[in-house]
């Protein structure tokens, strides 16, 4: 058990306490943990406050400029504390007297908008000066909000189509007495910024010479007598609630491991990994010159390739003012370790002091490591932890051994929960859907054991068996035997797949319940002898001697999906059958764990061959370099 010291009842909001912890067991407890601070959250104060947007229209057809928000006010002279408490209808970034506050990036992340909204609250007594004149400021892009998202090139405003800013102020004086300045019409709005747009697909676009023109935009020196009023919007649909969820953050960074020319003689920028996030450059050239970075993957015939990206663009275009710059994006985010550089000024050298890759990511604490005497299993190991984004029923159990993911997985929850359609059935996402998926058992797998599901997204059973079979199943997904053009075509039957997970389903469910005190091939055996299916002793000896030799008879090359690859370990081990995983796992050729290793992979890929063994990209679709799903074996590696 827990137990805290000094232990008192704290009932007002935005109270402060000093606490500490330890365990206790049965027979021991641990030391003291050090003091730390906390405060409750706002709940009343909130009632009082509306979002905020510009006079200006926003566009509803294409991408939203970035607008700068700011407001001007008075620190008493005997100022004690100062917190500030901000969230956006988008994403924000904000200032107070031109230096930035708090360090999270895209904040306050994807949000459930309609359902849930979260705020972030931040000490800012340090950047006040009592008893003079102060400037607070934001600036708002579109992010998930109101920016393209969703499959097939997605779709926008799915949120809303205005952006807008809500936050408040709150000075606290040394006598008790506080101040609040909320988000309200007195507030002054800039939407010709320097950020032409920022979208999380395609990437920003920056001018510098206007950056120049309103350089200190946040300061009390600052003349805004030009800029344009705001408006109250509606109250938010969601509820606001303190974050669960660590923020996102700067984690890394990483400079270029090889700068090179193409066959036809672009300029190409290797950083040795493939990661999530953006560059940082520092660049002198005359005014108007635009500098364009162009980020992908992987190369295909020694250029950048971009087939794979499909409807994302993922570029940064910079204009220059003549000056020296240091930039970097604010409202949009790449996974790539290549960059293609054009035009990039002859005033700066292109070198690591000049241009360096930023990760960025959900700060979460590391717990847990692995390592092993082969290091081709330790370069698994690491491209799988570089992976872990997405199909958040397979990575679930590896992040949760990895990291301490307590806090991640109570927001994303709550938020998916939110999501529920209106008949009760789980969707698959945390945001409207635009086209149909079978993602919807994701919420108890995440963290409930060490398997997933992959079923229709709540279609009703029929007399002809447990599923419609004129309905969509993904089935095996992307198993190595489908044909590259039609990933819906796996070897096993989809319908056998979506059984065998609903079984397994409803007898995690049970198993949930009575924790709440309330009442043909490789894939189809490994889920079958996972998930306990079998009903005999004769069927499970049957069922364990087929596995061995379908494994045998593929020469120990994987033979699954997406479906079929996360149980194939589990079902091994019951089968008395480790040896014949291990061989599977120490197998370099296609389709196999370490073939993306030696092919130079740096992250787990959506399919086995993306790359084929003569180097060159895979003729298909769904060829992502960064897809977690056949990463989901390190969970029976730890």
Request: overall charge negative.
């Amino acid at each position: 058990m827990r137990e805290s010291s000094p232990i008192r009842e704290v009932k007002s909001e935005a109270e402060g306490a000093e606490v500490r912890v330890r365990a206790r067991g049965a027979d021991s407890e641990t030391p003291w943990s050090d003091w730390v601070h906390v405060e409750t959250g706002l709940t009343n104060k909130w009632e009082d406050v509306s979002p905020i947007t510009t006079l200006c229209k926003q566009p509803t057809d294409g991408p939203k400029r970035p607008i700068y928000f700011r407001k001007d006010f008075d620190v008493p002279s005997n100022l004690r504390s100062a917190r500030l408490y901000i969230t956006a209808l988008g994403l924000y970034e904000a200032e107070i007297n031109g230096r930035r506050v708090g360090d999270h990036v895209l904040a306050p992340g994807w949000q459930s908008y309609n359902h849930r909204h979260v705020y972030d609250t931040y000490d800012v007594t340090e950047m006040l000066v009592a008893g003079e004149k102060s400037v607070l400021g934001a600036v708002i892009g579109e992010g998930w909000f109101s920016g393209r998202l969703g499959w097939g090139g997605g779709n926008r405003n799915i949120y809303g189509d205005t952006l807008g800013l809500l936050a408040v102020l709150i000075l606290t004086a040394e006598d008790g007495t506080t101040i609040e300045i909320p988000t309200d019409a007195s507030w002054k709005s800039l939407t010709e910024g320097p950020i032409i747009s920022g979208e999380i697909y395609n990437g920003e676009h920056f001018d510098d010479r206007i950056a120049a023109e309103i350089e200190g935009w946040a300061t009390r020196s600052f003349n805004a007598s030009g800029w344009s009023g705001t408006r109250s919007l509606d109250k938010l649909k969601g509820r606001l609630a303190s974050p669960d969820q660590p923020p996102i953050r700067v984690t890394e960074e990483i400079k270029p491991q090889r700068i090179f020319k193409s066959p036809s003689g672009k300029t190409l920028v290797d950083f040795g990994q493939n990661l999530v996030g953006w560059l940082r450059i520092r660049a002198t050239g005359p005014s108007g010159h635009r500098i364009q970075l162009r980020h992908a993957e992987v190369l295909e015939d020694g250029e950048l390739a971009r087939r794979p990206l499909r409807q994302a663009w993922q570029e940064e275009q910079v204009w220059l003012s003549g000056r020296e710059i240091t930039y970097e994006p604010k409202f949009t985010y790449h996974g790539f370790r290549f960059t293609q550089v054009d035009d990039w000024p002859a005033e700066t050298p292109l070198d690591a002091d000049h241009l360096i890759a930023v990760v960025v990511h959900t700060d979460m604490e590391q717990t847990g490591w692995f390592e092993s005497s082969n290091e081709l299993i330790n370069k698994f190991h690491s491209n799988v932890r570089w992976s872990m984004k997405g199909d958040a029923h397979m990575f679930g159990p590896t992040a949760n051994y990895l990291y301490d993911t307590a806090g991640f997985w109570r927001g994303w929850h709550r938020d998916v929960w939110s999501e529920m359609s209106s008949n009760g059935k789980m969707i698959p996402y945390a945001y409207t859907p635009t086209t149909p998926s079978g993602f919807g058992d994701q919420m108890p797998t995440a963290i409930w054991g060490d398997t997933q599901n992959w079923i229709d997204k709540g279609v009703a059973r029929n007399s002809d068996g447990l599923w419609d079979r004129t309905k969509f199943q993904f089935g095996d997904w992307l198993d190595p035997e489908s044909p590259f053009d039609n990933p819906a075509q796996p070897m096993t039957s989809p319908y056998l797949v979506a059984d065998a997970y609903l079984v397994q389903m409803t007898g995690l469910l049970a198993d949930i319940v009575e924790a709440l005190g309330e009442a043909g091939d490789v894939t189809a055996y490994a889920l079958a002898l996972e998930f306990d299916l079998f009903s005999n002793v004769k069927d499970l000896t049957n069922g364990t001697d087929t596995l061995r030799q379908l494994i045998a008879d593929n020469d120990y090359l994987v033979g699954t999906g997406f479906a079929g690859t996360a149980p194939l370990g589990g079902a091994l081990t019951k089968a008395n059958a480790t040896e014949y995983f291990y061989r599977m796992l120490l197998q370099e050729k296609n389709p196999s764990w370490l073939y993306q290793v030696v092919m130079g992979g740096t992250t787990t890929w959506e399919r086995w061959d993306s790359l084929l063994p003569d180097g060159s990209l895979n003729p298909g679709e769904m060829l992502s370099f960064n897809h977690y799903a056949f990463g989901s074996v390190a969970d029976w590696i730890h």
